[in-house]
């Protein structure tokens, strides 16, 4: 089916280790965007796409790692979790100058 | 971006109209007004933008001030499942799509 999907769900891990949450969508919509929200923050860019090959850093990109090798995926990759990176992460895609379609969430807690 | 100020929460019963609205003083002339909401449990889904006029969807309409300094997310009739957080947010054209979330107001709508 056509949209946006994230994976995994739910993640459980430790602090120190590698994490990748995964985000595909099936619009070959150019625009890709990764957020947490934090209780008390609302929703904060990490990282945003304007195309593949093409990342650039939002609002909070420290610990974080993206790619976009193909148009339809944007993984997002904490290189060493540590604890304040426990959060829903979201996924977003949109075509250039429309509204953006959100992925269903990553909850993501680091032990 | 510009600066929005949206009410914490609002209540509203079944079945009659809400109204929704977010200062944004700071806007400029070419800052879009866009609405989202966030259901419990799910990703922020789109609801309207405007830039002057008001707008009409099937999901609500926008009333946007004449001096734009404010405007108006209205549901005709709500419903249970309109219970969410509705995030109002000002987006300059040149942003490649970037959004600002704020804290939002959540909105309960009584049986």
């Known amino acids: 089916d056509a949209g946006i999907t994230q994976s995994p769900r739910y993640k459980i891990t430790e602090t120190g280790r590698q994490v990748t949450l995964m985000c595909h969508q099936t619009w070959s919509h150019s625009y890709m965007f990764w957020y947490r929200q934090d209780l008390g923050h609302g929703l904060r860019l990490i990282y945003y796409s304007a195309a593949a090959d093409i990342t650039d850093k939002g609002e909070v990109p420290d610990g974080y790692v993206v790619s976009r090798s193909k148009t339809e995926n944007f993984p997002l990759t904490l290189e060493s979790a540590t604890r304040s990176q426990t959060s829903v992460y979201f996924c977003?895609?949109?075509?250039?100058?429309?509204?953006?379609?959100f992925g269903d969430g990553t909850r993501l807690s680091i032990l | 971006d510009a600066k929005t100020t949206q009410p914490n929460s609002m209540e509203s019963n079944e079945e009659e109209p809400v109204h929704l609205p977010c200062n944004h003083s700071t806007i400029s002339g070419t800052d879009y007004i866009h609405w989202y909401r966030q259901l419990p449990s799910q990703g922020p889904e789109y609801v309207i933008h405007g830039l002057t006029s008001n707008v009409n969807n099937r999901m609500a309409s926008l009333a946007i001030a004449e001096d734009r300094k404010s405007s108006t997310l209205i549901l005709h009739r709500a419903t249970l499942r309109d219970a969410a957080v509705y995030y109002c947010i000002g987006r300059g054209g040149t942003s490649y799509g970037k959004l600002t979330f704020g804290q939002g107001t959540i909105l309960t709508v009584h049986p």
């Open positions: 977003a895609s949109s075509g250039p100058g429309q509204p953006q379609h």
